[in-house]
């Protein structure tokens, strides 16, 4: 069988609810490594927060990282990294305007440091995987760099209401997406950037075609990676929108939905 390249999202996807690659899926995910194939990772997630899953399937590929902000290859230091931060002006006006509405917190990250608005366990608890370097304080002051991307927490409503602004007023500048439990946070990186162009990236260096190319997701920020693969698939836990435009639509992150796929497409044992 001809050469595919498996795209794995984590949250929801790859990850069971416990955070774990359940033995079934790694197994699955080894054999089709072991036959050809090749497997790489494209998560919301900074580097620092998904390189222990990275090294537990021994991959060898790139990774897309923050939607598409960050593309490297942590294996490979000569590998053309892409990183395209927002601009530093496009942030302050965006944490300007924003301060008209009620939220409970910002965060911006560079890569794998962190600055946080208002100090917050939750927060801290959250993003302190990576043992990270952390800033607290206002970001209008503290942040002096472009940020790889900026975060907004605040309530299931105030969430909305945020975003229907950021589109009305910034969505020339900025792509915006939503995280799910346990906080509900609204992601923003640069226009223009998501999944599928960082994976479209990488499926040109390894000289993979567009149509051998399998991708799982689950939530929003997964919708330009399902549409762009040759084969989109959407989780049983996904979000109905991803589920519309998916070519299939396998069981949930907690019943081996990927594994299932594998088999049957890869004719896996």
């Known amino acids: 069988m001809k050469q595919h390249l498996i795209v794995l999202d984590l949250d929801g996807t790859l990850l069971t609810d416990q955070q774990q690659i359940s033995s079934k899926t790694k197994k699955t995910l080894l054999q089709a490594k072991e036959q050809g194939h090749q497997v790489m990772i494209a998560t919301g997630r900074p580097y620092r927060a998904s390189d222990i899953y990275y090294h537990e399937l021994g991959l060898t590929t790139p990774i897309v990282n923050f939607n598409g902000a960050y593309v490297h290859h942590p294996k490979n230091a000569a590998w053309q990294t892409m990183h395209t931060p927002i601009d530093l002006s496009v942030v302050r006006e965006v944490v300007d305007s924003v301060n008209h509405y009620e939220y409970e917190n910002i965060i911006a990250e560079v890569k794998d440091d962190i600055y946080v608005h208002t100090e917050d366990d939750r927060i801290l608890n959250i993003f302190n995987m990576g043992n990270p370097k952390i800033t607290l304080g206002d970001i209008s002051t503290k942040l002096l760099v472009n940020p790889t991307s900026l975060l907004i927490q605040a309530n299931e409503v105030n969430s909305m209401?945020?975003?229907?602004?950021?589109?009305?007023?910034?969505?020339?500048?900025?792509?915006h997406r939503r995280w799910g439990a346990p906080l509900h946070i609204i992601e923003i990186v640069r226009r223009g950037l998501n999944k599928a162009v960082g994976i479209s990236h990488v499926a040109k260096d390894l000289g993979i075609p567009r149509e051998r190319i399998?991708?799982?997701?689950?939530?929003?920020?997964?919708?330009?990676?399902?549409?762009y693969a040759g084969i989109g698939v959407a989780m049983g836990n996904g979000i109905p929108s991803l589920k519309n435009i998916a070519n299939e639509i396998t069981t949930s992150n907690n019943e081996d939905g990927i594994a299932k796929i594998l088999i049957e497409r890869l004719k896996l044992s």
């Open 161 to 175: 209401i945020i975003r229907d602004h950021l589109q009305a007023v910034h969505a020339e500048v900025i792509e």
């Open 214 to 227: 399998i991708a799982f997701g689950d939530e929003d920020n997964d919708l330009e990676m399902i549409d």
